[in-house]
T-cell receptor, first 111, second 112 residues
Framework: DQQVKQNSPSLSVQEGRISILNCDYTNSMFDYFLWYKKYPAEGPTFLIS?????DKNEDGRFTVFLNKSAKHLSLHIVPSQPGDSAVYFC??????????FGKGTRLSVIA | KAGVTQTPRYLIKTRGQQVTLSCSPISGHRSVSWYQQTPGQGLQFLFEYFSETQRNKGNFPGRFSGRQFSNSRSEMNVSTLELGDSALYLC???????????FGPGTRLTVT
């Protein structure tokens, strides 16, 4: 049973436009959500996170939105840059339990 | 601060052999977690160690084991390797405060 789902395996966006990456979860007990970015041959890099008590968190070009009633979160990247091309993983956790990851979405930003 | 380091970066083994991978966490981090990444499967949690004790364990067979030393360095071992064990093995460390895990570059294991 996949508790964290990223239903789009890939996404292509033009440079300068908005990238929206989506993530759905099934466990309503998750209380913290994170986004990671991964380049080939490197480990995932932490990007941004959000607590379940908030509905939005912003850090520069990156904003994460959380809709608890829909069990949905999204990562917005504005404006998208070619260097943002990578695989993005959504992850969630409940208390001190291990992070549960989605399968990732490959973002391609086209110049 | 230096990041998480993993050795070796690449490894080729034969079916039936065993392998040991090493991870050094960020200085001061006492929690170390291991993940397996295979194509199309995301990151699958293997186990987490904190202060030399296994705190959580994922759904992997007993051939996968790990340990943590008093300096927080961790090793994972896979015995009787199978072709399906070919994957990128990632180690991540976490500070006592906070939820963010910081990953190393991974060890790419190929089993032939």
């Amino acid at each position: 049973d996949q508790q964290v789902k990223q239903n789009s395996p890939s996404l292509s966006v033009q440079e300068g436009r908005i990238s929206i990456l989506n993530c759905d979860y099934t466990n309503s007990m998750f209380d913290y959500f994170l986004w990671y970015k991964k380049y080939p041959a490197e480990g995932p890099t932490f990007l941004i996170s959000i607590s379940s008590i908030k509905d939005k968190n912003e850090d520069g070009r990156f904003t994460v939105f959380l809709n608890k009633s829909a069990k949905h979160l999204s990562l917005h990247i504005v404006p998208s840059q070619p260097g943002d091309s990578a695989v993005y993983f959504c992850a969630a956790r409940r208390g001190n339990t291990p992070l549960v990851f989605g399968k990732g979405t490959r973002l391609s930003v086209i110049a | 601060k230096a990041g998480v380091t993993q050795t070796p970066r690449y490894l080729i083994k034969t079916r039936g052999q065993q392998v040991t991978l090493s991870c050094s966490p960020i200085s001061g981090h006492r929690s170390v977690s291991w993940y397996q990444q295979t194509p199309g499967q995301g990151l699958q949690f293997l186990f987490e160690y904190f202060s030399e004790t296994q705190r959580n364990k994922g759904n992997f067979p007993g051939r996968f084991s790990g340990r943590q030393f008093s300096n927080s360095r961790s090793e994972m071992n896979v015995s009787t390797l199978e072709l399906g064990d070919s994957a990128l093995y990632l180690c991540a460390s976490k500070a006592l405060q906070g939820y963010e895990q910081y990953f190393g570059p991974g060890t790419r294991l190929t089993v032939t």
